[in-house]
């Protein structure tokens, strides 16, 4: 059973500091990770994708991936209040995709 | 607008009585998925398909049935829907993979 794992939180972080949220996944054939960010009562939305090992920057935004240790994880910096929401890490491997439960991150003013 | 469309967007029905949740996007995308969302649970998959014509199961694809006969549409068919099938759906494309998929807006569906 292919599984990935997220903490769940909810982490909460003062506006301004760096959020980080981690992800892991059982399966070394995967191929690509996804991280999405879900608004309370929204669809989900694409953040970054990441499918090489070492970091992608986007903006605000990093993603980090370790394929040794089998993990995914992604930095939010200068978080903002409007980041809160939960993010959601999805492997994809041969056509399918693999989600986390997602983790809810809370900025606080 | 580029765009997926999911209709009905909220259904209440009854045991055993079939239904169809349809999709469609204008983007002339070549993947297409639904996806269930349950609490704890997070998304999972329940078919996809690469293009016309091909369709494969994800990873809770018991009771449910899909179709692609246009590029455009991706039904999702529940012949006999049980209270278990309860739950928020959602349809998804992209391109082609590892690529953006653009979500729907989702079904709230309720079998009682």
């Known amino acids: 059973q292919k599984e990935v794992e997220q903490n769940s939180g909810p982490l909460s972080v003062p506006e301004g500091a760096i959020a980080s949220l981690n992800c892991t996944y059982s399966?070394?054939?995967?191929?690509?990770f996804f991280w999405y960010r879900q608004y309370s009562g929204k669809s989900p939305e694409l953040i970054m994708f990441?499918?090489?090992?070492g970091d992608k920057e986007d903006g605000r935004f990093t993603a980090q991936l370790n394929k040794a240790s089998q993990y995914v994880s992604l930095l939010i910096r200068d978080s903002q209040p409007s980041d809160s929401a939960t993010y959601l890490c999805a492997d994809y491997n041969f056509n399918k995709f693999y989600f986390g439960s997602g983790t809810k991150l809370n900025v606080k003013p | 607008e580029a765009q997926v469309t999911q209709n009905p967007r909220y259904l209440i029905t009854v045991t055993g009585k079939k239904l169809t949740v349809t999709c469609s996007q204008n983007?002339?995308?070549?993947?297409m998925s639904w996806y269930r969302q349950d609490p704890g649970l997070g998304l999972r998959q329940i078919y996809y398909?690469?293009?016309?014509?091909?369709?494969d199961k994800g990873d809770v694809p018991e009771g449910y049935k899909v179709s692609r006969k246009e590029k455009r549409n991706f039904p999702l068919i529940l012949e006999s829907p049980s209270p278990n099938q309860t739950s928020l759906y959602f349809c998804?494309?992209?391109?082609?993979?590892?690529?953006?998929?653009?979500f729907g807006p989702g079904t709230r569906l309720t079998v009682l």
């Open positions: 398909s690469m293009n016309v014509e091909v369709t």
């Open positions: 983007m002339n995308h070549e993947y």
């Open positions: 399966d070394r054939g995967s191929q690509s």
């Open positions: 990441i499918y090489s090992n």
């Open positions: 998804a494309s992209s391109y082609g993979q590892p690529d953006t998929q653009y």
